[in-house]
């Protein structure tokens, strides 16, 4: 492990910056203990990748539709609109990063996250104005491909140990991208078809909406747990929050208001972990769990007396319809994607800007930070900590109640016994993966919704893996990812810990 | 206003915080007694608190100071959990007259006939306890004590999965993972259970001991990905609870697992040299893994309060940093007391499958691994309280499914009263406050949040 140490503000570690620090140590032989951790992990994965790709491969191909556009010609615009700012974006970007290279500057964090991303959008541009609609690959050839270039980049990364140079962080990212390709491949072709193919487009947009209470939940977390306070009760937030929303959206026969109550309702269940842990100083995670279970029976109990008694006037919420955002819309492929939500999906992008702006860039940020850091020393320059983490539980519970309102106001229009199904927790995960932070948060709630999308779709088109498998990627990857990111991931150091003024 | 107040740190004397810590003389007044606990209990600060207080652990503060007897009777711990018991019933009440529409139509005239609204909230009551404990309804004696044995038997699982968390708690781990824990060592314990076929005795034995490993290797490797890597051990536990479901859901579906000729998920009944013996005839369920869960209790009492290696645990639960000190391996205590957390909890998926159950499902753990926290919360994480508190809440479990369907009041007004009561026994002074109890209350009420702190410093430095 290197010895950089990182203030729990920065959200990536410079892989470029820290990489050429490490080089420069192993050229003067001063460094330490290089681990064999990321060569061991990526050998195994890469041989695991190679029997599954390479050795297992079936002679199929394998097919991934591209969602059609609604309206052609519109689309067609968009796209050559799309094409032109994201070359534009890319060239910007990408002369940037060589400049600042040849400078001998550090690069930007954000400058080569933006560069993949303007060339993801130019590479799917360009599909949309060449009106691709069907990409077929034959599975066998490509599967030995990828394996070979898995086994290539592991074989690199026991080679920078053994001279002892850190492995960098873009291998990691590419090993990443090379294996789920494969991983793809492999089992779109494992399908019952002849010819197997998948919808790219539907996978994707439903992966994004799949995401959506993930990221409201994450969020919770990010707000709670920067100020110190840990949030196990994000599962309860989100369950409260779909109940209200449909109670209050049949009885009202207004699905803003239930939209509202929803957030009132994960509000509530923060008041109580609130004054429970910060003022009866009760271990916060037991308030959760405890929480957790008290709502779970609560919304249970009341749906088995109440709601399936009379159904038609407490249990029929509207819908909130997905807005197409014009223009942006109709953009191929990214329009559907992020574009065609709900009001929730909307709020969603919305909350996790504001999130992150308010929390690194505004001077409230700052101060809630110091509480989750230090709360004695933000004690001493005069900031209430204790009324900062009250606030804080209560926003980040108003937050997760918005997510929770996606199960009854969007995904399902009725509400139905324990229907968040445990997606707190996997929030939870989402939040710890993305290092709390709220930009993380929102990709690994990404990640968590592409293997959740992934995984009905692959049932429905048949696959060499068993369902049971599937529905556990998530879940193991998460652990993989808290035990293997130890050491980069590290939370506030007084999350958990209440705060008695002395 | 508390820093003029506070009196020197010399009482408390935490050296091994290095940061500022709070420090309050114990035995005062009720709030300064929960900042001087909590500063205890957070060495200073440091660390999150633990499950259960290591003040309430302990004989009642007040013994040198002030209270008397009846003083302390009535603000110890043993009546703050019945008081917490009370009030959930109470508040469970409340929702079920709420929800009843036969109490709204009673309601209508309640100063007329006050006694039918509070017959309609009693009645569900009644049925739990007739579904529990006694039946008074029953025809003979044999029907009249079903409930109590069915209490025992639910309870069986729950006292041996709620002392894998409670032991687990007291070594200063969240053991959130029962639920992975008994599962494993019910898929263990059943598959030796169908697919071997050993002599009497020698086979329940084996049974056992294979859902002794299989829960300790699920709860090991949580000790194992903590102490090595440090993952937090919440965060696992709970994942590793999905993976050991799906697993379980996998294997029901192989012919490895799968019953012939059944399409069903579900394994094939146990041998009968596999179960345990029914103990008072083949017309009441309870069986010997209770007595296997009296024995587990026994064991981790005095695993906790006799051993070595328990002195550890406890060392390590109470501050990691000073257990290190002292020249304690904290990795090895973490990897060992989770590993025997796992085992207890397999114990548990023992007397599922091979007393309770007889073969194996995709339900098998239901929610008695999440069951089991709040059994643990609520002893106390003692290996006798947490005994207790798993008969409590194996009568609220036995007697719900009674009450259910007498009165078609749902059993989940069971969750709802059984987290009641862990949050108000999470929260003495809560309870405390509720009832009128806290010593010398002088409430000021200042600002939101540190009100009854600062009012109690306050009352304190009157004194």
């Known amino acids: 492990m290197s010895a950089t140490t990182q203030s729990p503000a920065s959200k990536q570690p410079d892989a470029g910056k820290a990489t050429r620090a490490d080089r420069a140590g192993g050229q003067a032989g001063t460094t330490g203990l290089v681990s064999w951790k990321a060569g061991v992990g990526l050998g195994l994965l890469a041989i695991l990748g190679t029997v599954l790709f390479g050795f297992l491969a079936n002679t199929k191909s394998a097919g991934f539709r591209i969602a059609e556009a609604r309206d052609p010609n519109a689309s067609s615009t968009a796209a050559w609109i799309t094409l032109a700012v994201a070359l534009a974006a890319t060239a910007y970007v990408g002369y940037r990063w060589i400049s600042h290279r040849r400078e001998g500057r550090g690069v930007d964090r954000w400058i080569p996250a933006t560069t993949i991303a303007a060339v993801v959008v130019l590479g799917l541009a360009a599909l949309g104005v060449a009106r691709v609609e069907k990409i077929t690959v034959p599975s066998m050839a490509l599967g030995w491909t990828c394996s070979v270039l898995l086994l290539a980049l592991a074989g690199y990364a026991c080679f920078l140990t053994v001279q002892r140079r850190r492995t960098p962080g873009w291998l990691g990212g590419l090993f990443a991208v090379v294996f789920l390709v494969g991983f793809m491949i492999w089992i779109v072709a494992g399908g019952r078809d002849p010819e197997p193919s998948i919808s790219l487009g539907g996978l994707m947009a439903g992966a994004v909406t799949l995401a959506v209470p993930l990221v409201f939940g994450s969020l919770s977390g990010v707000l709670c747990e920067r100020a110190g306070v840990v949030n196990i009760a994000i599962e309860g937030q989100l369950l409260l929050g779909a109940f209200s929303a449909a109670v209050v959206a049949t009885v009202t026969g207004n699905v803003y208001v239930g939209l509202i109550s929803a957030a009132v309702a994960g509000a509530l269940v923060s008041l109580v972990l609130a004054v429970v842990s910060i003022k009866y100083l009760v271990n916060q995670i037991i308030v959760g769990v405890v929480l957790n279970v008290l709502i779970s029976g609560l919304t249970s109990f009341l749906f088995s007396t109440l709601l399936t008694a009379d159904p038609e006037h407490l249990n029929k919420p509207g819908r909130l319809q997905a807005v197409d955002i014009p223009f942006l819309a109709d953009i191929p492929i990214i329009g559907p994607i992020l574009f065609r939500q709900s009001l929730v999906g909307y709020l969603m992008y919305i909350a996790v800007i504001v999130v992150y702006v308010g929390l690194f860039h505004t001077k409230w940020g700052l101060r809630v930070r110091a509480v989750g850091e230090h709360p004695q020393a933000a004690d001493t320059v005069g900031i209430n900590v204790n009324r900062t983490r009250f606030i804080n539980v209560l926003m980040g519970g108003a937050i997760a109640g918005i997510g929770g309102s996606f199960f009854t106001l969007v995904s399902v229009d009725a509400f139905s016994k324990d229907m968040s199904g445990g997606r707190g927790y996997i929030a939870l995960a989402a939040m710890i993966f993305g290092r709390w932070n709220p930009i993380g948060a929102f990709l690994a709630a990404l990640l968590f919704g592409f293997a959740d999308n992934l995984q009905s779709i692959i049932t429905i088109i048949g696959s060499p893996v068993p369902s049971q498998f599937m529905a556990m990627l998530p879940y193991a990857l998460t652990v993989i990812a808290v035990a293997g990111l130890v050491g980069r991931s590290r939370p506030p150091a007084a999350d958990g810990i209440p705060y008695v003024k002395g | ?463």
């Open chain 2, 1 to 463: 206003m508390s820093e003029q107040t506070t009196p020197d740190p010399q009482a408390t004397g935490h050296d091994s915080a290095p940061g500022p810590a709070p420090t309050q003389v114990p035995g005062g007044t009720s709030s300064e007694a929960v900042a001087s606990d909590v500063a205890l209990d957070t060495a200073g600060g440091q660390m999150p608190p633990s499950a259960v207080p290591a003040a309430t652990q302990l004989p009642s503060r007040d013994k040198d100071g002030e209270g008397s007897v009846l003083h302390q009777i009535f603000t110890g711990n043993a009546m703050v959990s019945f008081l917490s018991v009370l009030l959930a019933i109470v508040l469970g009440g409340i929702l079920m007259a709420v929800t009843n529409p036969k109490v709204a139509v009673t309601a209508g005239y309640f100063f007329a006939q006050p006694g039918d609204l509070l017959t309609e909230v009693i009645r569900p009551y009644t049925a739990l306890v007739q579904g529990s404990i006694f039946n008074w309804a029953g025809a003979d004696l044999a029907a009249q004590l079903y409930p109590i044995t069915e209490t025992l038997t639910v309870a069986t699982p729950l006292i041996c999965a709620g002392l894998g968390v409670a032991l687990a708690f007291r070594a200063g781990l969240f053991n959130i993972g029962a639920q992975g824990q008994i599962i494993f060592g019910a898929l263990f314990g059943a598959y030796v259970g169908f697919a071997w076929h050993l002599p009497i005795g020698l086979h329940l034995l084996v049974v056992i001991l294979a859902g002794l490993v299989g829960g300790a290797v699920w709860g090991g490797v949580v000790g194992l990905l903590k102490a090595r890597t440090g993952a937090h051990e919440v965060i696992v536990t709970i994942m590793l609870n999905y993976i050991a479901n799906f697993l379980l859901l996998f294997l029901l579906t192989t012919p490895a697992f799968q019953r012939k000729g059944s399409t069903n998920p579900i394994s094939p009944f146990l041998d009968s040299t596999a179960l345990f013996p029914e103990l008072l005839g083949p017309q009441f369920r309870l069986h010997a893994g209770f007595l296997v869960a009296i024995a587990a209790t026994a064991f981790v009492w005095w695993l906790l309060n006799r051993s070595t290696i328990g002195f550890e645990f406890r060392a390590v639960g109470a501050n990691p940093s000073a257990a290190r000190t002292a020249g304690i391996n904290v990795a090895r205590s973490t990897i060992l007391v989770m590993a025997i957390a796992g085992a207890l909890a397999g114990l548990a998926g023992v007397a599922q499958v091979s007393g309770t159950e007889k073969y194996l499902s995709g339900g098998v753990a239901a929610s008695i691994g999440f069951d089991a926290i709040t059994v643990a919360l609520l002893g106390r994480s003692t290996p006798w309280g947490t005994f207790f508190a798993g008969l409590l809440f194996g009568a609220f479990r036995a007697g719900g499914v009674a009450m259910q369907a007498q009165t078609q009041t749902p059993i989940d007004i069971v969750l709802v009263i059984q987290s009641l009561i862990v949050l108000f026994i999470a929260a003495p002074p809560l309870v405390r406050a509720i009832f009128g109890l806290n010593p010398r209350k002088k409430k000021t009420t200042t600002s939101g949040t540190a009100g009854a702190r600062t009012g109690g410093v306050k009352s304190g430095a009157a004194a």
